[in-house]
C-alpha cells in the first residue's frame, strides 16, 4: 500500500538507504543501492543518503526526518514536522514517511536477525 503513496520511488529508495546505513544492515544497503540505481540514483546521491541527506533540497528534508524518527523512535520535534511542512510536505506525506520508516526498520531488523544471504551486489554498511 504505502508503494502506490505520493511519495515518489526515487525518495522512498532514499529513505531506505539511509535507514539501511544507519541500522547496519547490508542486505537493505546492498538491496536498495540496486534498487536506487534503477530508481536513477546516481552514487554521489546514494553515498548523500547513506550519510543521512540528499543532493535534493526536498527530499533531504524528508530523509533527514526519517532518521529522526528512527533514532528518537518517533520522538520528533515540532521544528522537525514544520521543516517537513515547510519543504512542502502535506500531512499525508508525513504519514507516509513515518510508514516507510516503521517498513524499513522491520526489513533492517529481519536482514539482520535472519542473515538472509545477500543476493544483489554486496554493499558494506
Known amino acids: ?3 502506490a503513496g505520493s511519495l515518489d520511488l526515487p525518495t522512498r529508495e532514499r529513505i531506505a538507504l539511509a535507514l539501511a546505513q544507519q541500522n547496519s544492515c ?3 544497503l546492498s538491496a536498495h543501492t540496486a534498487i536506487g540505481s534503477k530508481a536513477g ?3 554521489a546521491e546514494i553515498a548523500a543518503n547513506r550519510a543521512g ?3 535534493d533540497a526536498r527530499a533531504a528534508v524528508a530523509v533527514k526526518f526519517a532518521r529522526s524518527l528512527a533514532e528518537h523512535k518517533g520522538e520528533v520535534t515540532t ?3 514544520i ?3 515547510n519543504a512542502g510536505y502535506s500531512d499525508a ?3 507516509e514517511v513515518i510508514t516507510h520508516v516503521g517498513m524499513n526498520l522491520l526489513t533492517n531488523i ?3 536477525a535472519s542473515r538472509v544471504e545477500i543476493d544483489f551486489p554486496k554493499v558494506s554498511a
Open 26 to 28: 547490508e542486505y537493505c
Open 53 to 55: 541527506s540528499s543532493q
Open 93 to 95: 506525506d508525513i504519514v
Open 83 to 85: 521543516e517537513m511542512r
Open 41 to 43: 540514483l546516481n552514487g
Open 79 to 81: 521544528a522537525e514536522l
Open 110 to 112: 529481519l536482514g539482520k
Open 1 to 3: 500500500v504505502a508503494g
